[in-house]
Each structure stands twice: as structure tokens, then as C-alpha cells.
């Protein structure tokens, strides 16, 4: 038993930090690893409030489509406007051209590369404001289901 | 005196005997790591990462459009049907179809159920969607029919209701296959 000083009873008591740091760094490691896989990120799309979902369903990105309030990006590239709640931009009866358009080509693109059709290949992870209008929503998935793409992953916020 | 050590009257400063840099012939030198700012440091990073972490944890929803298809569709089945929810704007109307299974059973569960307090009532459409998924118990499918002031969050928390209902403590599966069909533009009679 160390005493130091004269007549004062204190002790000096060695704190071993290494245990602990190794502790934090592995905390540290999993949580950043499990947040960058969960992360959704698109680019303007910092106004988006996701609405709540009992789900447990796991994440499992594909295509991203976001719609904010200003324009309608896909995987954060804009590819539309938003101009008082309507779409911007040419319209072929029900489809909107530069939306279809990219979709098909991002579509001929993924077949190339995978060979053929793949899992994924027809999904796309939508993610727009709790608040936004189904008619701001309704053109963009008739569109998308017309490129080949009729199923969708509605994002929303775990409760 | 003799930087290398040896001779008698050296003093040694590297090596030889034992001092601050090591005891003789050894070249470890004894550093102290202070590990209280590290510790700082990824205190607040994994605070920083906990709060964001439980902020903002996304999920989905999985949903799909109709789509047109020259395939012939799968027979009917007596035990399972198609839910079909309309939206409009003070009201959920909740219909049944299949093309086999007697009308009058279809129109037992044809149901319109008014807002609550100014909010659609979702956990009143579970318990119906719970009352057909009983009489049909094969039935997965509801097919969601929004109006032009249907939003994103009141299609969410329809799936919500529609997906599961709690019964004795349990969960009980309703119908996890959604298809959100075309809007309807005017009050169309039914």
C-alpha cells in the first residue's frame, strides 16, 4: 500500500485506461458501421421528414427516388422540378419523359452489367416528405412502373 | 568520458547500467501514453453516433403499382380475397372482391368508416381487415385506392394498420401485400 505525503492519508490508485479504450473503439467501430449502412443519403433532400412505421423491416437499398418539395432526384441526381406541388417538364400522356428516360437507361445499364435481369432490378426505394400529396407521387410511380420498375420501398422511420 | 560506454571512469549515456533510457545494452525507450484525451475524443464521438444513431433509423414499406400483364392471372380462391380500400377524404370504404366467392359474403365486410376526431380510424380497419382475414384466411393482398388529398404519411399508417393486428399479446398477420392503385379524381358513386 503506497502512501504519499506526510500526515494526509490519500492513495494513489492507478487507473488502467487501455481496457477501456478498447472497449470504446470496438463500440465505436460497430455503431459506425451499422449507421454508413443504414444512412440514406440524398443530396437536397435535407427538408425530407420521413412519416413513422411500426415496420421491422431491414433496410435493403436499391434505386434511390426522392421527392422533395422542389425537384425529384434519382439516386441524388435531379432529374425533374417541382414548381407549386406539380412536375415540371415534358409528359407523354401519363409519363413524364426525363423521369422514364433515365429510369431506362439506368435499367439497360444494370442489365449490362449483371447480364440480365438480377434481384433489385425492378425496385425502387422511394423516399419523399410525409406531407407530399399523392398527386405529387402518383405521376412519378405510374412513370417508373411504365420504365420497369412497379415495385417501390416506401421509406419510413422506424418508431 | 565514453559515449558508447565501457572504461572506467565513463559515464554512460546510452546503454550501460541502468537509467531513464534502459537498463544495459537494451535500446527500449519507456514512453508514457496519455490516453486521456483519446478517451475525450471517442467519448464524444460514440455519443454523437448513439444520438444520431437512434434518431434516424429508416425502414420500408414494400409496395407495388398495378401492372398491366398478358399472363393469365392465378384461379381464385374461395379462401382468399382482394381488400380494396378507397380514401377519400372524411372516410376509408373497405370492399371485398373475388370472382368465385358468393356476393353477399363479399358484401358482409363492405364497410365505411368515418375520421375519428379529424384522423382516419386505422385501428378500427385492422379489426375489420381481422374479420375478413377469419372468413379468408388465405387473403394477403389489399389494393389502396388514395384520393387527389391523400398524403404520403395517411397512405403509411393505412399499411400500418393493414399489416398486422395485435390479438391476445400476439401478432397477427393481415395482409402484408399492398398495391396502391390510380387516384380517384371526383366522389364517383358507387
Redesign the interface.
Same mark, same amino acid.
Given at each position: 500500500m503506497a502512501m504519499s505525503g506526510g500526515s494526509d492519508n490519500e492513495f494513489d490508485v492507478p487507473l488502467n485506461?487501455?481496457a477501456? !479504450?478498447d472497449v470504446?473503439?470496438n463500440?465505436?467501430f460497430f455503431?459506425?458501421v451499422? &449507421?454508413a449502412a443504414?444512412q440514406?443519403s440524398v443530396a437536397g433532400a435535407n427538408d425530407i421528414k420521413?412519416?413513422?412505421?411500426?415496420? /421491422?423491416?431491414? !433496410?435493403?437499398l436499391s434505386l434511390v427516388l426522392a421527392i422533395t418539395k422542389d425537384q425529384i432526384l434519382l439516386d441524388d441526381l435531379p432529374i425533374a422540378r417541382v414548381v407549386n406541388g406539380e412536375i415540371e417538364g415534358a409528359r407523354e400522356g401519363d409519363k413524364i419523359v426525363s423521369i422514364y428516360d433515365r429510369l431506362n437507361t439506368l435499367r439497360a445499364a444494370r442489365q449490362d452489367e449483371t447480364g440480365g435481369l438480377s434481384k433489385d432490378d425492378d425496385v425502387l &426505394?422511394l423516399v419523399?416528405?410525409?406531407?407530399?400529396? &399523392?398527386?405529387l407521387?402518383?405521376p412519378v410511380? /405510374?412513370t %417508373? %412502373?411504365m420504365a420497369g420498375y412497379?415495385?417501390?420501398? &416506401?421509406?419510413?422511420? /422506424?418508431q | 568520458m565514453s559515449v558508447f560506454g565501457g572504461g572506467s571512469s565513463g559515464k554512460r549515456i546510452f546503454g550501460g547500467g541502468k537509467s531513464l533510457f534502459g537498463s544495459e545494452g537494451s535500446d527500449e525507450i519507456m514512453v508514457d501514453l496519455n490516453l486521456t484525451p483519446l478517451m475525450d475524443v471517442m467519448s464524444n464521438i460514440l455519443f454523437f453516433l448513439l444520438a444520431g444513431f437512434g434518431a434516424a433509423i429508416i425502414s420500408f414499406l414494400a409496395v407495388s403499382v398495378p401492372v398491366q400483364s398478358d399472363a393469365p392471372g392465378a384461379p381464385p380462391k374461395t379462401d382468399s380475397v382482394t381488400a380494396n380500400i378507397r380514401i377519400m377524404p372524411d372516410e376509408y370504404r373497405l370492399t371485398l372482391s373475388n370472382e368465385v366467392v358468393d356476393r353477399e359474403k363479399l358484401d358482409a365486410h363492405r364497410k365505411i368508416l368515418p375520421k375519428r376526431n379529424g384522423a382516419y380510424d386505422n385501428a378500427a380497419i385492422a379489426e375489420l381487415l381481422y374479420k375478413v382475414k377469419l372468413d379468408f384466411p388465405a387473403s394477403d393482398t389489399l389494393i389502396i385506392v388514395p384520393s387527389e388529398a391523400t398524403t404520403y404519411d395517411e397512405i403509411i399508417k393505412l399499411m400500418d394498420g393493414a399489416r398486422e393486428h395485435m390479438v391476445d399479446g400476439k401478432r397477427f398477420r393481415l395482409l402484408p401485400k399492398v398495391v396502391v392503385a390510380d387516384l380517384i379524381k371526383s366522389d364517383a358513386a358507387e
Open positions: 485506461l487501455v477501456l !479504450i470504446l473503439t463500440l465505436l455503431l459506425m451499422g &449507421f443504414q440514406v420521413l412519416p413513422s412505421s411500426n415496420t /421491422k423491416a431491414e !433496410i435493403e &426505394f419523399a416528405d410525409r406531407s407530399a400529396p &399523392f398527386t407521387l402518383a410511380m /405510374k %417508373a %412502373a412497379p415495385n417501390f420501398r &416506401f421509406a419510413v422511420e /422506424k | -
